[in-house]
């Protein structure tokens, strides 16, 4: 149980475009989503935290206007990358909460983004 | 502050010796402490976690240990194969999010 699945795997796109990414909790409802981005050989750097149905609490630093967060529902959240840049090339993982003991976080299997 | 340290970054053994990475973190509130490995390319798994009303936790090969009041905690490897070598983090959960310390990349030789 507990399997988040996330959209696409992997993502080529070209300078000044937007990308959206999904993330999807399969087996359990997820009353919290979290949004990582870890460049190579780095830690995972926690974006922001996101509750179904309000809005998306960031982490300092991370542009809000930048990268858009949505969790319309319990089991599904989007990550969509706007005006996206060679930067932002990364690996891109959600996690998901709502079950087990507090603070377990379930993770997706990342995206990997390339921006040219 | 927030962050995690993590030492060291790398670590090398000989298959069958130990292998112990160690965490230290600075606020108090926290109170869940997970170990992830993640191999290349892969997401994070998490492997062994402890909470902040338990000193250690034993998972066959894998243990923990955590001295809240000195706040920091470590994971112990035994035994190693080759299979173990990925890339480890340790994290302090808190406010209902985690930090990450920056990893340990371990190595076992055969």
């Known amino acids: 149980g507990a399997v988040v699945s996330q959209h696409p795997s992997w993502v080529i796109c070209k300078s000044g475009t937007s990308v959206k990414i999904e993330c999807r909790s399969l087996?359990?409802?997820?009353?919290?989503m979290f949004w990582y981005r870890q460049f190579p050989k780095q830690s995972l750097m926690l974006m922001a935290t996101?509750?179904?149905?309000?809005?998306?609490?960031?982490e300092q630093g991370v542009e809000k206007d930048k990268f858009l967060i949505n969790h319309a529902s319990l089991t599904l959240s989007t990550l969509t990358v706007t005006s996206a840049h060679p930067e932002d090339s990364s690996f891109y993982i959600c996690?998901?909460?709502?079950?087990?003991?507090?603070?377990?976080?379930?993770f997706g299997p990342g995206t990997r983004l390339t921006v040219t | 502050g927030e962050n995690v340290e993590q030492h060291p970054s790398t670590l090398s053994v000989q298959e069958g010796d130990s292998a112990v990475i160690k965490c230290t973190y600075s606020?108090?509130?926290?109170?869940?402490f997970p170990w992830y490995k993640q191999e290349l390319g892969k997401r994070p798994q998490l492997i062994i976690d402890?909470?902040?009303?338990?000193g250690e936790k034993k998972d066959q090969r894998i243990a923990v240990t955590l001295n809240k009041t000195a706040k920091h905690f470590s994971l112990h490897i035994t035994e190693t194969q080759p299979e173990d070598s990925a890339v480890y983090f340790c994290?302090?959960?808190?406010?209902?999010?985690?930090?990450f310390g920056a990893g340990t990349r371990l190595a076992v030789h055969p």
């Open positions: 996690s998901a909460s709502g079950v087990g003991a507090p603070y377990e976080q379930y």
């Open positions: 087996d359990f409802q997820a009353t919290t």
């Open positions: 996101s509750n179904e149905g309000s809005k998306a609490t960031y």
């Open positions: 606020d108090s509130a926290s109170n869940y």
């Open positions: 402890i909470r902040s009303n338990v």
């Open positions: 994290a302090r959960g808190g406010y209902n999010k985690l930090i």
